[in-house]
Nanobody
């Protein structure tokens, strides 16, 4: 099992960024996929989750209306489009794969750093 994130980087406040996660080694279309983030000194927190079919999504309150999670089951890839970024969004972003949207992921990627700063 492998989850590989990419697309992180440095962006100014108000800017946009899209991070991606490519999965391999398991049947991607059977799993709910999620994005978590962890800032220095803080717990890892759920940002967004999408069901296996893509028909259901949930978001953490602070990112609603700014972030969009999506997936392409043909490409084994999940995305997180982040708009109107704020300094508080600075964190390492991890993708995860779990049996359902209600369960914590069974598999994790290595993370990609997102820094929002002027």
């Amino acid at each position: 099992v492998q989850l590989v994130e990419s697309g992180g980087g440095l962006v100014q406040p108000g800017g946009s960024l899209r991070v991606s996660c490519v999965a391999s080694g398991f049947t991607f279309s059977w799993y709910a996929m999620s994005w978590y983030r962890q800032a220095p000194g803080k717990e890892r927190e759920l940002v967004a989750v999408i069901s296996s079919s893509g028909g259901s999504t949930n978001y953490e309150d602070s990112v609603k209306g700014r972030f969009t999670i999506s997936r392409d089951n043909a490409k084994n890839t999940v995305y997180l489009q982040m708009n109107s970024l704020k300094p508080d969004d600075t964190a390492v972003y991890y993708c995860g794969a779990g049996a359902t949207i209600a369960l914590r992921p069974s598999y994790w990627g290595q993370g990609t750093q997102v820094t929002v700063s002027s």
